[in-house]
């Protein structure tokens, strides 16, 4: 685009280039909205017709931003500013500047970016988009863990780095609100987002096109001003007082806005913290645990009647057990192989149902005891064998990484 804030008439390339900036920032604010509709049929034809792809699309944006839908779609929106830019060069070629077009542009933009960046502080600060380590974390090794479980981990741990993440993404989108602070909050925004799309990329977080075009976003807020910045920081230049003039000039229009502006400042700060705030209780530090959630260690395993010793051998014999969220089961042998399974628990019968999670035909069904907080009891029958195991809960304090703490003061490095 241009290195300042385009005032009077504009060149060919600041034209050009704007209107180009316009459409693709638009496609990529609205596509949300699209994808359950028009786009859905158009992408998955444009995904076999036009790129060729092998393979036919069936997976749409889920937890993944970087599916290849979202890639077929990125195409698109680019085709479209593409061609868009041209028409528009063409049909509007003897405009000589586009400043009312631009300065609304820069409010979407600067407004579209508050709310994602509001929404994104918020669910650290509640931490909810990075709960503390849970009993699966814990128990895998670094080596079974993915880059980006290994990234969840290591932000998961610290409160405090989430609370301090979650204030810079917030405040950056808090100053956006505000033409004054425009620059201020697009630096900060410019700051936060590249740490993000350097993790995305470097710990394989399928983010990476959302958080890409959020640091363009920025950084064409960050333009308008450029040269200002450049004069302030680097050229050590004196820099003028910037002309806020109000866009509107009547009263009542100046009152609507204003009310408009205060409504939506609520709204974006309310809700977004109201659902943070529930997020965290479904999904993190203070989500509900499911029934017999924990990790267990097998003391006692009877087989048909037989007592099978604690053998690191041993192919049959439970070591041990871990239920986690999304009813999920976890039961590791002796000789440390470990399968997945489907728990569905029924406190009010202390029964426990456990199934492959790809065939509930194979239903193995146990009742259930806790003679104390930290005792287990399953018996039933399990495929053919009938299956007695008495588990101790294991505390999670009792790994390094959650008793460690914080030291002031260390004589030596404690790095293990």
């Given at each position: 685009?241009?290195?300042q ?10 034209k ?7 459409v693709?920032?638009l496609?990529?604010?609205?596509q949300?909205?699209l994808v359950?509709g028009l786009?859905?049929g158009?992408?998955k034809?444009?995904?076999s017709?036009i790129?060729h792809?092998?393979y036919?699309?069936t ?7 970087d599916?290849?839908?979202?890639y077929v779609?990125?195409f ?8 868009s830019?041209?028409l528009?060069?063409i049909?509007?070629r003897?405009?000589t500047e586009?400043?009312k ?14 709310v994602?960046l509001?929404l ?9 988009q990075f709960?503390?380590p849970?009993?699966l974390?814990?128990t895998?090794?670094y080596?079974?863990s ?5 990234a969840?981990?290591?932000?998961g741990?610290s409160?405090?780095?989430?609370i301090f993440?979650?204030f810079f ?6 100053l956006?609100?505000f033409r ?13 987002v ?6 995305n ?7 990476k096109l959302?958080s890409c ?9 960050i ?6 910045f450049l ?5 050590n230049?004196p ?7 109000p866009?509107?000039?009547k009263k009542n229009?100046?009152?609507t806005?204003?009310?408009i502006?205060?409504l ?14 529930q997020?965290s209780n479904d999904?993190?530090n203070?989500?509900t645990?499911?029934?017999?959630f924990?990790?267990y260690r097998?003391?006692?395993?009877v087989?048909?009647?037989?007592t099978?010793p604690?053998?690191?051998t041993?192919?049959v014999r439970?070591?041990?057990?871990m239920?986690?969220?999304g009813n999920s089961?976890k039961?590791?042998?002796?000789n440390?192989?470990?399968k ?7 406190p009010?019968?202390?029964r426990?149902m456990i199934?492959r ?5 194979l239903?193995?069904?146990f ?15 399990w495929?053919?064998?009938s ?17 460690r703490?914080f030291h002031w003061?260390?004589?030596?490095p404690v790095n293990r």
């Amino acid at each position: 685009m241009t290195t300042q804030q385009p005032s009077g008439r504009w060149n060919s390339l600041q034209k050009i280039s704007f209107r180009f900036i316009f459409v693709f920032f638009l496609t990529h604010i609205i596509q949300w909205d699209l994808v359950d509709g028009l786009l859905d049929g158009i992408t998955k034809w444009t995904g076999s017709h036009i790129l060729h792809i092998p393979y036919p699309i069936t997976v749409k944006p889920n937890g993944s931003g970087d599916t290849t839908f979202n890639y077929v779609q990125e195409f698109m929106f680019l085709t479209v500013s593409i061609v868009s830019c041209i028409l528009w060069s063409i049909l509007d070629r003897k405009r000589t500047e586009y400043e009312k077009l631009y300065y609304w542009l820069t409010v979407l933009v600067r407004y579209y970016l508050a709310v994602v960046l509001l929404l994104y502080g918020f669910a650290k600060i509640f931490k909810s988009q990075f709960p503390a380590p849970d009993e699966l974390r814990l128990t895998e090794t670094y080596g079974d863990s993915s880059p980006m479980g290994l990234a969840w981990t290591f932000f998961g741990y610290s409160t405090a780095f989430n609370i301090f993440m979650g204030f810079f993404e917030s405040i950056g989108g808090v100053l956006m609100l505000f033409r004054r602070t425009t620059l201020f909050g697009a630096c900060i925004a410019a700051t936060v987002v590249t740490n993000i799309v350097l993790i995305n990329f470097c710990y394989d977080v399928p983010v990476k096109l959302f958080s890409c075009s959020l640091l363009l976003m920025t950084l064409f807020l960050i333009a308008g001003d450029l040269q200002r910045f450049l004069n302030f920081f680097i050229l050590n230049k004196p820099v003028q007082a910037k002309d806020y003039t109000p866009i509107f000039k009547k009263k009542n229009w100046k009152i609507t806005r204003l009310a408009i502006k205060g409504l939506f400042i609520c709204s974006a700060i309310g809700f977004g913290a109201y659902e943070c705030w529930q997020e965290s209780n479904d999904f993190g530090n203070d989500a509900t645990k499911p029934a017999l959630f924990g990790n267990y260690r097998v003391e006692t395993f009877v087989r048909n009647n037989d007592t099978l010793p604690s053998l690191t051998t041993d192919s049959v014999r439970w070591s041990k057990v871990m239920v986690a969220y999304g009813n999920s089961m976890k039961i590791t042998k002796m000789n440390d192989s470990a399968k997945w399974y489907k728990i569905s628990v029924f406190p009010a019968e202390h029964r426990a149902m456990i199934t492959r999670f790809r065939d509930s035909s194979l239903a193995n069904n146990f009742s259930y005891t806790q003679p104390d907080s930290s005792t287990l009891i399953m018996a039933g029958k399990w495929k053919d064998d009938s299956l007695f195991v008495k588990m101790k809960i294991e505390d999670n304090k009792h790994f390094l990484l959650m008793n460690r703490g914080f030291h002031w003061i260390n004589e030596y490095p404690v790095n293990r």
